[in-house]
């Protein structure tokens, strides 16, 4: 655990020196998370080489008093960032569809705070050939039910670049939630159908995106026309029947799948008696069915017995 400054305000529309550059002896898997009370989330980084100079952005779209953000970091010196803005943003002094150019060094970085009512989905970012990485989510959203009784939480998530978009998902969604989860897809070529679970449910253009309701303790086959980039999200607590507040998950696409995955489950609240605890958490888990029966988790296999298989799929899933 490497703990970073506290910045309790990052202005919007500014460069700053706080980027990070890690490196490592050995393989390593990072996340970068935040550990407040009851708002808890994190998002897995990305090694260089997956990063690219190209992205489109996803971002969550919710009627939150915390609005969304996007936030850039320069591998390169003299990487120059160019988008055209869907919304007003804090901090910059340009309407909607203005075109927007930022110049970063390597380790700067670059936030965008939309504005109330503000959202970045489909905004494009391109560079002059220079890899970056971008950040997308926002401080305190909610997922479903937008009233005011709704649970908000910091969600966010590492943006993949469309070179590593794919055209198969599979989903699991969350346990006893009644309100389900969302899957929200976006197309990265015009004329995209989106096909969950053998119905086509939306033909998008690029840039567009699909919100599909997830029912709880079911799975989603989803296969795009298109290469695309889905991300699942939680449920506002209150709406969800249980505890648990909004989270975002990116679903990578089947071919991009490992065969090996280092992970660790953290439980951040260990006091039975918070309103916040959880007491029983667990992991979905997706194999392909030539997986089942070798799959091992902390060195023991799972039982094949423990698997279910997804409807006209090759794949399985369980909980742990």
């Known amino acids: 655990q490497i703990n970073l ?26 996340y970068a998370c935040n550990f407040k009370e009851g708002s808890w989330d994190f998002a897995q980084v ?7 100079d190209n992205y489109i952005v996803q971002n969550y779209t919710n009627n939150s008093d915390h609005p969304a953000n996007v936030a850039f970091v320069a591998t390169e010196n003299g990487t120059s960032l160019s988008m055209v803005l869907p919304c007003t943003v804090t901090g910059l002094s340009l309407p909607a569809g203005s075109q927007y150019t930022a ?10 705070r939309a504005n109330p009512g503000g959202d970045f989905s489909g905004m494009e970012v391109s560079s002059n050939c220079k890899p970056f990485a971008l950040f997308q989510g926002c401080a305190a959203g909610r997922v479903g039910d937008n009233g005011t009784n709704s649970g908000r939480d ?57 919100e ?69 958490p667990y992991i979905n888990i997706i194999a392909e069915n030539t997986a089942v029966g070798t799959l ?3 060195g023991t296999v799972i039982p094949a017995s423990l698997f279910s298989p997804i409807a006209g799929t090759s794949f399985s899933h369980t909980r742990k």
């Not at 400054?5 to 990072?30: D, E, F, K, M, R």
């Not at 648990?244 to 006091?271: E, I, K």
């Open 296 to 298: 091992a988790l902390d």
């Open 5 to 30: 400054p506290v910045a309790s305000t990052i202005p919007s529309g500014q460069t700053h020196n706080i980027g990070y550059h890690i490196t490592s002896t050995a393989p390593v898997t990072l």
């Open 103 to 112: 110049t970063l060094d390597s380790g700067q970085s670059l936030m965008l």
């Open 212 to 280: 599909h309701t997830l029912a709880s303790n079911t799975t989603a086959h989803i296969i795009t026309s298109q290469p695309a980039y889905a991300c699942l999200y939680l449920v506002s607590y209150h709406n969800g029947g249980t505890r648990g507040d909004p989270g975002a998950a990116t679903l990578p696409p089947v071919n991009r799948w490992v065969c090996h995955s280092d992970f660790m489950l953290h439980q951040c609240n260990n006091n039975p008696s918070s309103q916040y605890y959880i007491a029983n």
């Open 46 to 52: 990305f090694p260089t080489f997956a990063i690219g």
């Open 154 to 210: 910091h969600f966010f998530e590492q943006a993949l670049s469309p070179a590593m978009w794919g055209t198969e998902f599979v989903a699991d969604a969350s346990l006893n939630r009644s309100e389900g989860d969302r899957v929200v897809v976006t197309a990265g070529a015009d004329n995209c159908t989106v096909q969950i679970n053998g119905s086509i449910l939306a033909t998008l253009m690029r840039g567009q995106s699909h």
